[in-house]
């Protein structure tokens, strides 16, 4: 039997190795030297007017609610009811 290893070339350690598979490894990732939370917070950009955290109207387009954009357009005031509810803290403006 040890004549058929040694004719495939494999010892019996060689057979008995576990393989080693890629999964293993550690991925690599190209960092640039800033945090990737970083990153994400620049590739948000925040419209001019939009709700409060924990906040909802409603308008013409429906319910909006926490962090969705609104316009003077979606209020049946307009301009005027978009300005008081900055002044009420509903609708933030960046």
Same mark, same amino acid.
Not at 71 to 82: P, Q, V
């Given at each position: 039997?040890?004549?058929?290893?040694?004719?495939? +070339?494999?010892?019996?350690?060689?057979?008995?190795?576990?393989?080693? &598979?890629?999964? !293993?490894?550690?991925?690599? !990732?190209? !960092?640039? +030297?800033?945090?990737?939370?970083? @990153?994400?917070?620049?590739?948000?950009?925040?419209?001019?007017?939009?709700?409060?955290?924990?906040?909802? *109207? &409603? &308008?013409?387009?429906? *319910?909006?609610?926490? +962090?969705?954009? *609104? @316009?003077?357009?979606?209020?049946? +005031?307009?301009?005027?009811?978009?300005?008081?509810?900055?002044?009420?803290?509903?609708?933030?403006? !960046?």
């Amino acid at each position: 039997m040890s004549n058929e290893n040694e004719s495939l +070339g494999k010892s019996e350690n060689e057979l008995l190795e576990k393989p080693k &598979t890629e999964l !293993s490894e550690k991925p690599k !990732s190209k !960092s640039s +030297g800033k945090p990737q939370s970083a @990153k994400k917070k620049e590739a948000v950009k925040k419209p001019p007017y939009y709700l409060g955290k924990k906040k909802a *109207i &409603t &308008t013409k387009r429906g *319910i909006l609610s926490d +962090g969705d954009e *609104i @316009k003077a357009k979606d209020l049946s +005031g307009g301009k005027k009811a978009l300005d008081a509810f900055v002044k009420s803290g509903h609708v933030v403006k !960046s």
